[in-house]
Each structure stands twice: as C-alpha cells, then as structure tokens.
C-alpha cells in the first residue's frame, strides 16, 4: 500500500450492498458488503458482521490496495476453481452441484462439514452424494475448527476411507495452531496420512506464518482482505514455503477479483482454488458474475492489470443498503481506517 486515503476519500462514491444468498453460509443468508471506488477500480471492503475494528484493518487495506495501488500484473489468465458445498442435506447436494455448470469439468468439491447442530453422519452423507455424482472430482472438506480433537481424528479418518485417494485435504480440523500440529501428528502416527489444510489458523492469527514453522498444515489456504492485500499474501504464501490455495470470503465479485489477482500471481497454483463462491449468491453487483464456466474463472485483465469488474449502477441500486445500516458501515470503516493509521503513522 503507498499511503492511506483520507476517510472522505474512501467514503465518496461508496456503496454498501446486501445480496441474498442461495443456502445459508457461515450462518447468514444475505451477504453485506462495502464497495470503493479507487484510481485503480473498484474494491470491496467486507469484513465478517461479527468482526472488530481490529481485524476490519486488513481487510480495509486490502481494499485500499485493490483501489488505490491496484490487484498488479497476472502470471496466468485462467484459475481453475472448486465447487463450493455448504452444508446442506445430502439431498440438496444435486440442486447447488447445477449452479457450477458441466459436471465432468469440476475439479474440486469443498465440502463444508462439522456444522453446529448436525453429525458425522450428515457429513458423511453429504461428502458420499458428492463422490456419487461426481466421480473424477477431487474432494476436500472444511469443518473450519468445529472439531474436538478425538472428533477430529474419527472424522478424518471415517471421511477418508469413504473418500479414498480422491480425498485432496481436510481444511481446519480444530481451532487454532498448536491444536492443529497435534492433531495432525497424531493422524500420522496412525498412519492416516490425510494432507492438512490451514485456514483461520492462517487468517486469524496474529502471525501468518507460525503454522508453517510449526508444521501443523501441509497446505495454506489464503484469503486476500484478512492478510491485508494481494501483496502481502502472495509474500506470506513465498514465506511459508507450503502450496497454497486460494480461497474467497464469500466476496461479491468485486471482491473475487483480488482473489484472482493473487491466484494469477503465485508461481504455483497445485490445487484448485476456492473462488467459485459467486455461485452461492442470488444476486451480484455486476451483469456477468464471476461464476466459474468448465471449472474455471478468466482473471479479469485490462491493459496488462488485474481490474475489478466495473459494479453495474442497476444493480448496486437494486442491493443498496441504506438508512441505520449504512450509518453502521460508515462507523466500521471509520474505525478500522483509525487503527489503520495508526499502524502506518499516517493522519486519519
Ligand atoms: O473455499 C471455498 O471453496 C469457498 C470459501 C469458503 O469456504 C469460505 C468463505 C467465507 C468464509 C470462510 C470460508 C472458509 O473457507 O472457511
Ligand atoms: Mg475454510
């Protein structure tokens, strides 16, 4: 980042947008996010609603990056992309399948499994039907932390045996660091050697970095808005020395553009990566959404540069967020541009 807009500066020609989602994720079922208008395009300002002033700060560089330096030049112009699959009844596994066109050019499945109120079974189920009805697609599951370790050992290994070697990885099995080494050293020990991927362990600790020196992951999984932008994610990929995958935070696809923009810039990209997420969502910002086309997503490049698609003015009409709401996001990107600030040294 070269130096941090003034908050008048962010705020003019913003938007803030709620777009309803197909199936409930991480809990809600409309995702809200604030959209700026930069030198450098358009970029998304949209931290989790749970989320403090603390840890809004990287994503708010994240979009001054995105804004006001620019998502930089690609390395490759095509990103392959896994399916995104909430966790939804076994039932319902065909109806969001559909969403993410030709069957036989999916790559990937993310399976989201251990969520709150459901059991091993529904995941088993659910990962079972996926298999079924895609049968060259990899597989992988995300409990993101919702695991104890013994529930974590039984599950890892139940969902390996029904997934065999297309299993690619199990994302965030348990909470935290430490938890995540031990775990993953005592799969092995029981020679479950069942590759482990990181996640919040990567995008909510305070260093990035200690689940590499730890050894608790095989893999990364990186998220531009909380590592703070593109550059210094594609550095904590370089830094950690680990295959990385690139995932959305359920972006709209503004957002989804940065992700682009640092899946075209690392040197290997060994797994597909989780961007397809626009095809959770019911509605979008822009005419022709980010939805992955034969498992993959085109980077969108203009004059040699990553660049956000342009917001289409209908539809940010269509989705504005207005009156209290709005207020409330103004607040958030007040405070977050304050600790920003005083991160850098610069005025706010
Ligand atoms: O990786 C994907 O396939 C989609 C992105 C995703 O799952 C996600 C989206 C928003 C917040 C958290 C997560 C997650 O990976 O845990
Ligand atoms: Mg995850």
Not at 106 to 121: M, N, R, T
Not at 230 to 252: K, W, Y
């Amino acid at each position: 980042m070269t130096s941090l807009p003034d908050v008048e500066e962010l705020l003019r020609g913003s938007a803030v947008v709620s777009l309803p989602m197909r199936t409930r994720f991480r809990g809600q079922t409309a995702r809200e996010a604030m959209l700026l208008h930069g030198p450098a395009g358009w970029a998304e300002f949209a931290p989790f609603p749970e989320y403090g002033p603390q840890e809004s700060a990287a994503w708010l560089a994240a979009a001054v990056d995105a804004g006001w330096t620019g998502l930089g030049e690609p390395r490759r112009t095509t990103v392959p992309v896994n399916a995104t699959m909430p966790a939804v009844p076994a039932a319902q596994v065909a109806q969001v399948l559909k969403r993410y066109g030709r069957a036989e050019a999916i790559p990937a499945v993310k399976i989201k499994v251990a969520e709150p109120g459901q059991s091993l079974d529904d995941d088993v189920a659910r990962l079972r039907e996926v298999a079924r009805l895609l049968p060259q697609a990899g597989l992988r599951a995300d409990a993101n932390g919702g695991w104890t370790h013994a529930e974590a050992v039984r599950a890892v290994e139940e969902l390996a045996d029904v997934a065999g070697d297309r299993l690619e990885y199990v994302e965030q099995p348990v909470a935290g660091v430490e938890p995540l080494a031990v775990l993953r050293e005592e799969l092995h020990r029981r020679g479950t050697l069942v590759r482990i991927a990181a996640d919040e362990a990567v995008r909510k600790a305070e260093d990035p970095l200690r689940v590499a020196r730890l050894g608790a992951a095989d893999l990364i999984v990186v998220k531009v808005p909380p590592l703070g932008g593109v550059d210094r994610a594609a550095q904590v990929v370089r830094d950690s020395g680990l295959d990385a995958v690139v995932s959305s935070a359920l972006d709209t696809s503004v957002g989804l553009a940065a992700g682009l923009a640092l899946a075209a810039r690392l040197e290997s990209l060994p797994y597909a990566c989780g961007l397809g997420t626009a095809a959770l969502l019911a509605a979008d910002v822009v005419e022709s959404p980010l939805i992955p086309v034969e498992g993959a997503l085109q980077v969108p490049v203009r004059k040699g540069r990553v660049v956000a698609p342009e917001p289409t003015p209908r539809l940010v009409d269509e989705h504005r967020v207005a009156g209290a709401r709005r207020d409330w996001w103004d607040e958030r990107l007040r405070s977050a541009h304050a600790v920003l600030a005083g991160r850098t040294g610069a005025a706010s």
